[in-house]
């Protein structure tokens, strides 16, 4: 198997995480690290966006679920962007890292980074399959 990757890195999105009052009050930054790995030789040979992965498209995805609601925990917003990935694009895994600058005084940053694989979202990964094979 291929392990050929989108990457992006360094996503800014405003969102509204974390369990104190003055986190859900407004929205703060989080900065998206993905890699989406799938087979890009058919988009390499037809040179169709079609074929691959519309980066813009992922950017708007984590953007709109990043702003549609508020997360207690980085965690959730991870596993909920990483089951709409899997449910849109014919993605076999993706590695994602969440980060929340200014969470802990003195550090940077704090981040969770997870992994997962298209076995762990069946249905969904057989909807973007068969989407992706019709257009």
Known sequence: MNDDAVVIEGLKLPARVGIHAWERAMPRPLLLDLELLLDLRP????????????????????EALAGERHYA??????????AALFARFPLRRLRMQVAKPGAVAGART??????????????????????????
């Open 73 to 82: 925990l980085i965690e959730s917003f991870a596993e909920r962007l990483a």
């Open 110 to 135: 704090v981040a969770v980074r997870i992994e997962r694989s298209a076995a762990d979202y069946p249905a969904a990964s057989s909807a973007a399959t068969n989407a992706a094979k019709s257009s």
């Open 43 to 62: 988009a390499a040979a037809s040179d169709a966006l079609a074929d691959t992965v519309d980066y813009a498209a992922v950017a708007g995805l984590a």
